[in-house]
């Protein structure tokens, strides 16, 4: 029996397996990571997403709800905290809709007192033990890799992401061990849910994950900052799965199938001018839509861009223009029927 990728059977997945909004808020880094699909960097445009793509992004979140969907939102870039001030605004807004808000970083600003400081107290009043009275809470990741310590000052490398960060804290940082399903076949960490053929078809493994962590008073069990420390070599240390495009691309060009795992429910990923850019969020780069859109109809495109290209998606770029050409209107139209019909 084949994939269900109807409308109402989209919706019913996604009230369970809550959809994640990515924005990637500017394009711009400080680092040029080398496993980075998005192509980041100091020569990327410095703007960032402009308060009309947030109202829009607002106006998705809100008809999601609606549905008895709730996404969670993603705050990525480029590095999102790049301009400490306008990263701010847009946080503060976000933290007032009622959703779950996560927040990727590189953090440089550990290596910089005053902006580390100044990053604390932008963040400073999402981090009570209730998330701040947001559903699902607050939490931000620090990235802790091999290509992202290529880029770390001197500083940061000799002292470490674990110890810069408990000395601009003042307190102790814990570890605490986790123990996550890992695919057998390409390292990918996956859900509790997920089956096996949900992933390069192989048996799951169960790895220990380190995490470094502030723990939220006065639940210590509760991190809502953390550093990841590298799980496998799948991603970060092996010099075959940087390039030409990142390591999604390369892990799933070495399997010779797809990047395999896909929510069930589609992942939105915006960049700063809100275009609907990246439709499985692993860098197939192709204008599918835009911010402006109904994000049921968007959910859909990215369910069916998904089912259909695997496992030939480790050509994603390629294949998703391909794609697009051939097949984007006319799902556009069948999908947009069935949610007239269903009057949604």
């Not at 970083?105 to 007192?113: K, R």
């Not at 002292?159 to 695919?183: N, R």
């Not at 992942?267 to 609907?276: F, H, I, R, V």
């Not at 969020?281 to 109809?297: A, I, N, R, Y």
């Amino acid at each position: 029996m084949g994939w269900d990728n109807s409308v109402s059977k989209l919706i019913e997945r996604a009230r369970e397996e809550r959809p994640t909004i990515s924005l990637l808020l500017t394009m711009r880094c400080n680092y040029t990571c080398r496993h980075c699909f998005y192509e980041c960097g100091p020569d990327m445009p410095g703007d960032y997403m402009e308060n009309d793509v947030v109202s829009a992004v607002r106006q998705q979140v809100l008809r999601l709800q609606r549905l008895g969907i709730m996404p969670t939102l993603n705050l990525i870039g480029g590095e999102p905290t790049l301009k400490m001030e306008r990263f701010g605004d847009i946080l503060r807004e976000v933290m007032r809709w009622d959703v779950s808000v996560s927040v990727v970083t590189n953090g440089w600003w550990l290596g910089d007192e005053l902006a580390a400081r100044e990053f604390f107290r932008v963040v400073g009043p999402y981090v009570d033990c209730d998330g701040h009275g947001v559903s699902g809470g607050f939490s931000v990741r620090i990235s802790n890799d091999k290509w992202h310590d290529e880029q770390r000052t001197t500083y940061l490398r000799a002292k470490g992401i674990k110890t810069a960060l408990a000395h601009v804290w003042e307190m102790p940082v814990e570890i605490f061990y986790d123990i996550v399903p890992v695919c057998s076949g390409c390292g990918e960490e996956l859900d509790s849910t997920d089956e096996p053929t949900q992933c390069c078809d192989s048996y799951v493994e169960y790895s220990e994950m380190e995490v470094v962590s502030i723990p939220t008073p006065p639940h210590p069990g509760d991190p809502w900052i953390y550093v990841d420390v590298t799980k496998s070599e799948w991603g970060t240390s092996l010099e075959r799965h940087v390039v030409p495009i990142g390591r999604g691309y390369n892990v799933a060009r070495d399997l010779d199938m797809g990047c395999s795992k896909f929510s069930s429910a589609g992942d939105l990923s915006y960049t700063p001018d809100g275009k609907l850019m990246d439709i499985c969020c692993k860098g197939s780069w192709c204008e599918f839509g835009s911010v402006h859109e109904d994000p049921l109809l968007l959910l859909a495109l990215s369910r069916a861009f998904t089912e259909e290209l695997k496992p030939y998606c480790y050509e994603c770029r390629y294949m998703a223009k391909s794609w697009a050409l051939e097949n984007l209107e006319a799902h556009r139209v069948q999908i947009q029927r069935e949610i007239e019909e269903l009057e949604l």
